[in-house]
């Protein structure tokens, strides 16, 4: 623990983007070295796409961030990192079962069933209503996220492209890309979430 | 506060691998977020958002942290610093508020539920501008959502229901200054250290979702549109009907949350697609609660089962009375839920009694008598509910102005209480179940239940009235009018000597009376009490008030008023576009009047303008108007066929019918108002063996219905006469 990191902490939660540039650039390395990943998942996912993610995550999540005490802020970046690594192999073998598309968990407002919402919803008035509704909806709850989170959640939400295409795409491995939708869709959960009830702005 | 350092820029990768390395991750990650801040706050406050607002930048405030970032802007905690209170501040984005009406809006709702200072209502306390954005200030509660709170602290199911009871008494005393929450759910409801809940965004839902205010009174604003969170949706959200929002939904929000806390799961399935979810909550029946949880009884499964009824009418009518039933269970009493078909039988008999009212009445309009119910019935339905359970829900117009003070307030809710007493007695009396004389007359049971209450009402004349007119329109509906009449107009006097003259309570009795003595078929009377209540009503709201518009228009063209009719039709037209709730349900059908009124004065071509504007708003109708182009082809047709136009009149009358027909059962009054324009207009077009069959089909089913001297009735046997056909 650096004299001045609980000072560099602070200022980062506070939202200083160089003090958290500071912070990851110390820790990050470590953390992606304590990745474990298994031999059978090396070739689909990497730890540079795993921080790729974390970093990100990092920066929209920072103002959340309570610090505990010496260490917290590595351990931290490890959960982080740990959960991406996680939800990408799972989503890897997701991917082996049938109709994976199917399968996501919809939950509450999961922005999986406003995309869901996009493509069905049949050609009734109030189905054309509330699809007009859901993409004015889902535009500008997605304009609220990272960029590469768009990226992925337009390319393969939207246009419905295979993760594959959209691994080649950005030129990311498909573990990323996973990885890049599981952070996204929860992103736009809770950006669609908030905004349940401000849809007429 | 540091204000935010640009991006860093990092030189192109240095890894001799080509691979990014961590520096230039880091980088791309900070410059994204970068990006994203600037967008987020620029767009809004017309200046790059910091992380937290500068300090000083709200006054009389220091930002302790940033709580939350979403949509509706960002959610900091703070400190008052004249207080030292610990307060959250929301700082919304300039949208919502785009108009100073939503604005207004917006604070008449935060001034009364600041008055109300209801311990489990997270109210606003204070609001204010910076930099271009609103921002509200509400108490900062530390504590958890409630399914977090369920998750961890596992109450019993009894302490569960102890607390949904506060949860419901504390919606209640929302309701009972007219704010409706509209998106219940966990989420919105943070319990203390102390496990005490407290409800957040109270009013914000409904005052910034729709720009539906209570204070215009049912104006249908967005129909079609989902509003609130999927899980915790009424059906009549689910189907995008604004204008059905109303406590009930609330209730049935209520009963959701219950349901989940106590079995765990949502009442049907809420996996898959939005729109197969939302099909789910408007139709599929809630599994049954004892089949899923060990804990729930017959008892606890009528309460729950009684918050998720489809059809609002048959759900808890208030917040309060779920409470109330919750506290009974908890007592060991009977609950109230197990009366609700006897409740719910004299309601259905009172539409019903309505419906046989009003068809009585008009001409042209009568093809509508359906459509014009479904519109005003809700509201008369309504305002008779309000007069009978305390100004709650949708007249929240009234609400607002009555409920000035805290102890006004209270003292409604005990009116609220003594009605609901009085009607629960009748209700109770008359269903074998609980012992009554099922034999007795209803006015008999009325009339035993009301004197006795009225009597103890003296020092509160108010409460009175309020009595009288409930008992008044169970008089009405039971056909007896003069009693009707006299009691609603003894609570008009009485309304008038304690309230300001241009009150909205006193516009409210006016309108009865009016209602009463149109039954009774006294115009001249109804004239003058629905103009007061006309004259009442436009002078503070929103002058389309359908209510207003569809009785005096009644009345007038009953009286057959019909240069009376054309003015007072212009004159809600015009209304009606200057709203901001331009409704094209409502301009159509006042377009349709309009052609009704400019036929009588025998100015057909500007008739069939009218009602041809009519069907033009109408290409796309919401789905509870699904019927009204089929009624506006009809009476095109009629006045086409009368202008001798008969293949467009032939086209109109026959597409009509189809749908009416593969709608509506076969021997339905709208089915032969089709047969009966089609038959006339082949009659005029010159074939009478094309008329006679038609006209024939129509007579009989009118005459089915009918009485013989019916005008429908006579008017079709002079066709058929005309066909040649012997007097049926």
Redesign the interface.
Known sequence: MHAGEEQLIS?A?????????SL??TH??RT?GTLDISPKWRTHVTP?DV??VT??E???RI?DFVSAGPGSFGAWLRRIAANNLRDAIKELERAKRPHPDRRI?????SCV??I??LS???AT???I??RA??VSFLD??L??????YQRVIRLHELEGRPVRAVAEHIGRSEGAVKMLLARAREHLR???????????? | ??P?????TTPPSADPSG??T??D??????A?????RS??GGSATGQPA???PSPGALPGYRIV??V?????GVVYQAVQLTTGRHVAIKML?A??F?GGAELARFEREVQLLGQLEHPAIVGIIDRGAAAGSHFLVMDYIRGRSLDAYLASAKPTPRATFDLLASICEAVNAAHLRGVIHR?LKP?NIRIDDDGRPHIL?FG??RS????DSPGEQGSAT?T????????WASPEQA??IAPRIDVRTDVYSLGVILYHALTGRFPYS?????????DRIASAEPARPRAVCAACDDEIETILLRCLDKQPERRYQNAGELARDLRRYLAGEPIDAKRDSTVYLLRKHLRRHRVGVAIAAGFLGLLFAGLVLSLWLWRTSETHRISAEGNLGKATAATIEAAESARQARQEAARAERVIELLVSIFRAGDPKMGGDRHRSMPDLIKAGASKTIARLDADPLAQASLLLAIASIHRSLGDLAEARALASRALDLRRAHQKPDSRGVAEAASIVGEICEDAGDLAAAEEHFRLYHDIVKSRTNPGDWHTAAALQRVLRARRDFVGLEKLVREHIDGARGSAHGDPVVIAMLHNFLGEALDAQGRRHEAIAAVRHALSLLS?P??AYAEMPWALKNNLAWLLAQSDEFPEARTLAADALALRRSHLPPDHLDIASSLFVLGFTELRAGDKAAARPLLLDAHRIRAAALPPDDERVVEAAALLAECGEARP
Request: proline letters at 10%; zero cysteines.
């Open positions: 200022r939660v506070a939202g200083d983007v160089a003090a958290l540039t990851l650039e990050g390395p992606a540079e921080m790729q970093y990100l990092a920066f929209v103002t968990s919809t939950h509450q407002e069933e406003l869901n919402l069905a919803g049949g008035p109030s189905g209503t509330a509704e859901a500008s709850a304009a609220r996220l990272p960029d590469d809770e950006a669609l979430g908030s905004r349940s009830r401000f849809l007429s702005s | 506060m540091d935010p350092t640009p991006p860093t691979a990014p961590h520096r991750l880091i980088a791309s990650a900070a994204q977020v970068q990006r994203l967008r987020d910091a992380p937290t942290r940033e939350h970032r979403g949509g509706q984005r949208g919502p785009a998106d989420s965004d914000l839902a910034l979702w729709t720009g967005i079609g549109q989902f509003v609130g969170s999927v899980p189907e995008g809420v996996e898959g697609p939005v729109r197969q979810v939302l796309d919401p789905p």
